[in-house]
């Protein structure tokens, strides 16, 4: 019997089968992928996981059920699933703007649903995921959270608050990845190779997340240590900010929640 099967072996559903297999939290056979096409899942069949092109029968025996298609593909897998699920078994939803009620307004309402929001980090064991419900059991809950904290950090949020964790933390690495993009090409246009510049802009990035990650300082505490009266750090830091750069950052991270919330009913 497979203990898990995600339904959507994409970006998200893919990186954390890998995620959850390199950790050694399950061993691949223990994994059921799926997709549309069963062509598409060579990759997938050759690191050993199970893979299904037919959703309801990959369901049958898991433990969990993780929901990995986007928010407007995943009413149609609902219904597909819908009246084949099992009594005790999970519900781990991880489209965005889909809430538990949408979830089990096709499952049935006796349905326990989970929501987390993981980031791509956690192909790596990275992920910043946040986990939220409306009425699962704590144990249903426990459960979730020790799979994602197996792969990354956890935080148990209001389900309200879930498409604000979207924009945060799962479009958030993209933003921070942009940051680093932006900070090797001003590193290339005073005078560094692209490859040497791309290596110093992510180690001083990791170097920053782990220092207030290791310290728990506030960024700005540690922006203080950097900058020298009349330096050029704060030269540079007053530049990017008359520049509108967290002013950006900051709008960017709005409009995404606004969209996340958004996606299921586009
Ligand atoms: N990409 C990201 O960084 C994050 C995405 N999410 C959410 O995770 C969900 C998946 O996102 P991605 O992995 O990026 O999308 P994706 O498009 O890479 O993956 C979706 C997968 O579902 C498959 N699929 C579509 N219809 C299917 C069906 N009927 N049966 C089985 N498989 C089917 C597609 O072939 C594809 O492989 C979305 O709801 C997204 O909002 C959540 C957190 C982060
Ligand atoms: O851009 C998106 O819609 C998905 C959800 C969160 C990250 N990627």
Known sequence: MNKLTIIGSGNIGFSLAKGLVSTGYYRPEEIVLTRRSIAALEEERSLGFGTSSNNKEAIQGAEIIVLSVLPQ???????????????????????????????KAILGEDCTVVRAM???????????????????????I????????SV???VVINEDLMTSATALCACGIAFFLRAIRAASQGGVEIGFHAHDALKMAVQTAKGAADLLLQTNNHPESEIDKVTSPKGCTIAGLNEMEHNGFSSAFIKGIKLSALKAGGLYNE
Request: glycine residues 8%; proline residues 3%; negative net charge.
């Open 118 to 140: 993981p980031n791509t980090a956690i192909a790596i064991g990275q992920s910043m995921t946040c986990i939220a419900t409306d009425n699962a059991p704590a144990d249903a």
């Open 152 to 154: 990354g950090s956890v």
């Open 142 to 149: 426990a459960k979730v959270e020790r799979i994602f904290e």
């Open 73 to 103: 593909q995943i009413k149609k897998v609902m219904e597909e699933i819908s009246g084949s699920l099992s009594k005790g078994q999970l519900v781990v939803s991880v489209a965005s703007g889909v809430s538990c009620q949408d979830v």
